[in-house]
T-cell receptor, first 108, second 113 residues
Framework: RKEVEQDPGPFNVPEGATVAFNCTYSNSASQSFFWYRQDCRKEPKLLMSVYSSGNEDGRFTAQLNRASQYISLLIRDSKLSDSATYLCVVRISNDMRFGAGTRLTVKP | EADIYQTPRYLVIGTGKKITLECSQTMGHDKMYWYQQDPGMELHLIHYSYGVNSTEKGDLSSESTVSRIRTEHFPLTLESARPSHTSQYLC????????????FGQGTRLTVV
């Protein structure tokens, strides 16, 4: 079983839609959690950290459920520019573990 | 923009050649990483470093070696390139107290023919 699992998608949604991604992790010792965004043929970039109480950054909301060991990312009012692959990242001790990513395509 | 740079951006090389992929960062980060990523696939950790003179193998060492003689520089060397090494190689760095908040270079796309 992979340490960090994501639905690969693709998620194809119209502009303005709300879309949510989930990510599950297997190691209960995981300490902190992040979402990264990776555009096609580019490097990953940090989108946001995920805090225990949940957190919001504009149209993006991240949630953490430690009991069920999953994190989520909600994108509201999706834009064409949101099209990318979203990577779930889990910190375990001094290591980062990446999920394989969920691909999102926002269509006009 | 992150201050982490990789060269070359693209490289096509013959089987059996020795190559070094360069990575430099100007943020003073102690931790640096090398990842390998095939198209549409997840990142695999190849090597990482906690600081000068510290290097560790990741899950996928891919017959490569690294060195960390200076904080800002973390080169990756393939002693004998093979077609199976064809991939994208991504270098990243982070502060020791902020593991998880990493900055990535633009990557090196390596093709071994």
């Amino acid at each position: 079983r992979k340490e960090v699992e994501q639905d690969p998608g693709p998620f194809n949604v119209p502009e303005g839609a709300t879309v949510a991604f989930n990510c599950t992790y297997s190691n209960s010792a995981s300490q902190s959690f992040f979402w990264y965004r990776q555009d096609c043929r580019k490097e990953p970039k940090l989108l946001m950290s995920v805090y225990s109480s949940g957190n919001e950054d504009g149209r993006f909301t991240a949630q953490l459920n430690r009991a069920s060991q999953y994190i989520s990312l909600l994108i509201r009012d999706s834009k064409l520019s949101d099209s990318a692959t979203y990577l779930c990242v889990v910190r375990i001790s001094n290591d980062m573990r990446f999920g394989a990513g969920t691909r999102l395509t926002v269509k006009p | 923009e992150a201050d982490i740079y990789q060269t070359p951006r693209y490289l096509v090389i013959g089987t059996g050649k020795k190559i070094t992929l360069e990575c430099s960062q100007t943020m003073g980060h102690d931790k640096m990483y090398w990842y390998q990523q095939d198209p549409g696939m997840e990142l695999h950790l190849i090597h990482y470093s906690y600081g000068v003179n510290s290097t560790e193998k990741g899950d996928l060492s891919s017959e490569s070696t690294v060195s960390r003689i200076r904080t800002e520089h973390f080169p990756l060397t393939l002693e004998s390139a093979r077609p199976s090494h064809t991939s994208q190689y991504l270098c990243a760095s982070s502060e020791t107290r902020a593991v998880g908040k990493a900055f990535f270079g633009q990557g090196t796309r390596l093709t071994v023919v």
